[in-house]
């Protein structure tokens, strides 16, 4: 899946989609997803302007947002859901990503009820775990997001 077919999916754009391409697509399972991390980044400006490290915190956001495609892709009626992050647990960071780096983005469905879904997520610079954690996303349903803004 290229970067087209994830905006169909996904509601984030540049500069806040952070997949670039998915590898593997197991519905109600798993995602192997890509994320290649460029120089240009606008982030690496302020994110050190001596050391550019991407920040962790989006390392975690691009985890959830490869999860939030596993979870549409496992939803029986994803038109009507919209997904967001609800919970990060046991975050760990092992490794800094610098530009160059191709995160590798690993996520598992643990847990999957009605309106929440559990998922083990990692991120490796080829086979080095650059980062880790436990994340929580919650379905919204369509109709009462829309009512409510």
Same mark, same amino acid.
């Given at each position: ?48 302007? =001596?050391? %550019?490290?991407?920040?962790? $915190?989006?390392?975690?956001?691009? !985890?959830?947002?490869?999860?939030? *495609? #596993? ?18 647990? =046991?975050? %760990?960071?092992?490794?800094? $990503?610098?530009?160059?780096?191709? !995160?590798?983005?690993?996520?598992? *469905? #643990? ?37 409510? *803004?």
């Amino acid at each position: 899946m290229k970067s087209e077919k994830i905006e169909t999916w996904l509601p984030h754009r540049y500069p806040f989609l952070l997949v670039d391409r998915v590898l593997e697509l197991k519905p109600g399972d798993s995602i192997l997803a890509l994320k290649n991390v460029t120089y240009n980044e606008p982030f690496f400006t302020g994110h050190f302007p =001596e050391r %550019k490290i991407m920040p962790g $915190v989006l390392i975690v956001e691009a !985890l959830a947002q490869a999860g939030g *495609i #596993l979870l549409y892709h496992s939803h029986p009626d994803p038109d009507s859901v919209f997904v967001v992050l609800s919970k990060i647990e =046991e975050a %760990k960071f092992r490794r800094t $990503v610098v530009p160059g780096d191709q !995160l590798k983005l690993s996520v598992k *469905i #643990l847990k999957q009820r009605t309106n929440f879904c559990t998922f083990e997520a990692k991120a490796l610079v080829e086979d080095d775990l650059a980062a880790e954690a436990r994340l929580v996303a919650g379905l919204l349903k369509k109709n009462q997001l829309d009512e409510k *803004i």
